[in-house]
């Protein structure tokens, strides 16, 4: 666990040492994203690795003008498709997983909707679950929205609120219910804190006891970097998150 709380605190000082490289955001309608994850799992010997790439497409340019890039699409209701696929690896073993979905923003009033689908492949046994979200933005940059699968609907809501303060920095907050067994409720809360330059934030979930901390920096030429560090009752992890955006 030492270990893993080393890497933790260096994941987070790389982003502070280097967050005055960031640059005046550029509108995109490409974003191309490639995450790495080290999960140091409590009472076993292998850690866990997972790999994600994710290519998201806007069907209109995203503008960022006065506004922080991380939330420009979402401030703008941009509608989208995206595809990804990630590897996750545990000693010998691998699990592989694609997704793609499309969100759509409907012209003129509150609604949204996202249609997509999770095909899952672990030691051959292969699954596919067709997933969506019904959701409504009531007025500007608030959301609230709820997940379905094909199989069933757990009672679950989250709602999202970005806004900029006084001192002209930005901030992102959202709560998450779920009641999965229909019995005990779980709550999740996340919340990120724009600069300027750079951005800090942090979550927790109940039910894993999750905490995690996090912060993203510009680079040049549409990049941006994101450290992550986390923990919850199965084990602690370490991430970094590269993004590319463009016309």
């Known amino acids: 666990m030492s270990i893993v709380r080393n890497r933790s605190v260096q994941v987070l000082a790389l982003a502070g040492l280097v967050a005055s490289a960031a640059v005046q955001a550029e509108d995109f309608r490409v974003q191309l994203q490639l ?3 080290n999960i140091n799992i409590d009472n076993s010997s292998e850690d866990a690795d997972v790999t994600t790439g994710t290519g998201t497409f806007y069907f209109k340019p995203v503008p960022t003008d006065g506004v922080p890039v991380g939330e420009a699409a979402y401030i703008a209701r941009s509608s989208y498709v995206d595809v990804a696929a990630t590897q996750v690896s ?8 694609y997704s793609a979905n499309i969100g759509y923003h409907f012209t003129n009033n509150m609604f949204f909707i996202r249609a997509g689908f999770v095909e899952s492949d672990d030691a051959g046994d292969d699954d596919t679950t067709f997933t969506g979200t019904l959701g409504i933005v009531p007025i500007p940059r608030l959301f609230f929205g709820t997940d379905f699968t094909d199989d069933d609907w757990d009672p679950n ?14 901030y992102a907050a959202s709560i998450t219910l779920a009641d999965a067994d229909e019995d005990d409720t779980t709550v999740g809360l996340e919340f990120d804190y724009y600069f300027p330059k750079f951005k800090l934030g942090a979550g927790y979930r109940s039910g894993s006891d999750l905490v995690s901390a996090r912060a993203e920096f510009g680079l040049p030429h549409g990049f941006a970097l994101l450290g992550r560090v986390y923990t919850d009752d199965v084990g602690d992890g370490f991430g970094l998150t590269l993004t590319w955006r463009d016309l």
């Not at 809501?157 to 920095?169: D, G, M, P, S, V």
């Open 35 to 37: 995450a790495y994850d």
């Open 90 to 97: 545990i000693g010998d073993g691998d699990a592989d997983a």
């Open 157 to 170: 809501l989250t709602a999202r609120y970005a806004a900029k303060l006084a001192n002209e920095n930005w």
